[in-house]
Each structure stands twice: as C-alpha cells, then as structure tokens.
C-alpha cells in the first residue's frame, strides 16, 4: 500500500520551532515532488512549500518564505518542513503531498497524487 504519513507535529509557544517529517512507504519519492500544505479550521487547504525530486528546486508561499525551509533525504524516503518563527496564525493540520514536479501551480490541490493523514500543529502561549 503506497502511503505517506506524516510526524513531529504539536504544540509550540509562539516564536518556536517545529520539524515536521513526511515518510512515505510503498513507494519511492526519488521521483517524486513533495509539496507541504495546511488547513486551518475554517480555511480551504494551501500550499506552504514545494521541493523538486532532486531537491534542486523550492518554492514556498510569501507567509512562509524566510521562516520554513523544506528539505529532502531520498535515501530515507522522507521530506521535512523546518519550521521557525511560528506564529499563531501558522497553527493548522499540515500534509505533505506528491505530485511529479513543482512546476508554477505546486501551490494548488490539483496535480498532486497522494496525501498524508496529516499532523496538527498548534501554536499558542
């Protein structure tokens, strides 16, 4: 069964810091872009980051940009999203999503083939 899950979601004072990873098994992300996106109550899914396969290539959405870098092992199957910064309008599920490329509309829903179950992260005092 080809799946990716997501990790290392939680809560965070505002200001801190958070790592979150995306494993995937069944199949091989070499291939494979992985995008980051988050869903807020209330709020339709968006796209907070993208890395290429090869890991050559990023995008991230402005809220994001300077705060979260999105970073690749294929060796281990995983990506992660290093989160810095956090404010509490950053608090939403968080999924991670592949699709085969990046490309200029990595940040719409459309496109990508699998997704996670996602992981919660909260940010609050």
């Known amino acids: 069964q080809s799946q990716l899950v997501e990790s290392g979601g939680g809560l965070v004072q505002p200001g801190g810091s958070l790592r979150l990873s995306c494993a995937a098994s069944?199949?091989?992300?070499?291939?494979?872009?992985i995008g980051w996106f988050r869903q807020a109550p209330g709020k339709e899914r968006e796209g907070v980051s993208c890395?290429?396969?090869?890991?050559?290539?990023?995008k991230y959405a402005d809220s994001v940009k300077g705060r979260f870098t999105i970073s690749r092992d294929n060796a281990k199957n995983t990506a992660y999203l290093q989160m810095n910064s956090l404010q509490p309008e950053d608090t939403a599920v968080y999924y991670c999503?592949?699709?085969?490329?990046?490309?200029?509309?990595?940040?719409?829903?459309?496109?990508?083939?699998?997704w996670g179950q996602g992981t919660q992260v909260t940010v609050s005092s």
């Open positions: 069944g199949f091989t992300l070499d291939y494979s872009a």
């Open positions: 999503a592949a699709r085969s490329g990046c490309g200029s509309s990595w940040y719409r829903l459309l496109g990508y083939n699998y």
């Open positions: 890395i290429s396969s090869s890991g050559g290539s990023t």
